[in-house]
């Protein structure tokens, strides 16, 4: 992998990860951008014990523009985009509209991951090399991001789908340096620290493993991943991967770790799209560990998986978070776990 940092003409930092040593990323940024000003706040509800950040200024974000206009495509002459060069392999780019920033309580970062130069191609379409080379963008950017002052969680995901509410359809994700743990890891450590306490054992390791045993909800089985649709899913279309030796986060991946993944991960997305008439809108989500150790021991309870979810519940038919699940957080799933493995096996 070769990495090349530049400067957007408004001061964001923007990063060239190429597949080739060969590769040359000189391009310069010529637009007249002013320098960004984000207004972010945090306010923390005492109810729930959680953050929410304000961030007024995301409502004038792009939104949904055509391919001719797209912000996230090669610059070519007559049209400047936010990557300065006429092509690219990965390229990572901090977001113009981040939700934190702007003050003392708002810190954090929020970076665009651009998979593809292709407008119209996809994560499932990569070829295994550059699918490996994002596993390796990923890493990247959470052992930096994670050292930033004030960072407490490093959260990389891709939004796929308008159905999902994707607001650009350039095949990318992002990756927000949140300056707190975000609320599912720090329940899912709560309840590690529980059942560590009750029993000696690592919850996440007895999760993996009771599913391995089970083999009704496996997905796919390699040398060091397995996927599987868990047993208590929350959503109509859900699968975790998880490595089978336990670490921390990304960083921690070896190289044949990091082979597996994308080739095992590449196959799933095709069995995802396979399973209804047309692509699958999804949100494939990394959980891994806090940035840093702390007295708590979070990072030693950690296990390392990505969560790939899709609120799509039949041909034509969406899961929407209506009262039970938006007003009091309780989850309904109208699909059979099992009957979803199933199709995914077969698909």
Known sequence: MKRTEGVLSDGRRIIWFDESDDAVRDGIDRRPLPRVALAS???????????????????????????????LCPTIPGRHTEIPTPDYDVVVFENRFSAFGGGPDAR?????????????SSFGALTPARARLVVDVWADRTAQLGELPGVRHVFPFENRGAD?????????GQIYAYPYVSPLPARMLAMARTHAAATGR?????????????????????????????????????VHLYPHRRMPDLPALRYAERDEFAELYLDLLGRLDALYDDPLP??????????????DGDRDLSHLHLRVFSIRRAPGKLKYLAGSESGAGAFINDVLPEAVAQRLRTA
């Open 41 to 71: 706040q945090l306010r923390f509800d005492p109810l729930l014990g959680e953050w929410t950040a304000i961030a007024t200024h995301r409502q004038d974000r792009t939104f949904l523009p055509s391919a001719a206009e797209c912000p």
């Open 108 to 120: 954090g970062r929020c970076e665009i991951v651009c998979f593809t130069s292709d407008h119209s």
């Open 164 to 172: 999902i509410g994707v607001t650009l359809h350039h095949p990318h």
């Open 202 to 238: 690592n919850l996440f390791a007895d999760v993996l493993a009771a599913e391995r045993e089970a083999g009704e909800r496996v997905v796919l089985a390699g040398r060091y991943w397995t996927a599987f649709v868990p047993r208590a899913a929350r959503w109509p279309v859900e």
């Open 282 to 295: 999804y949100v494939a989500a990394w959980q891994q560990a806090p940035a840093r150790p702390d007295s």
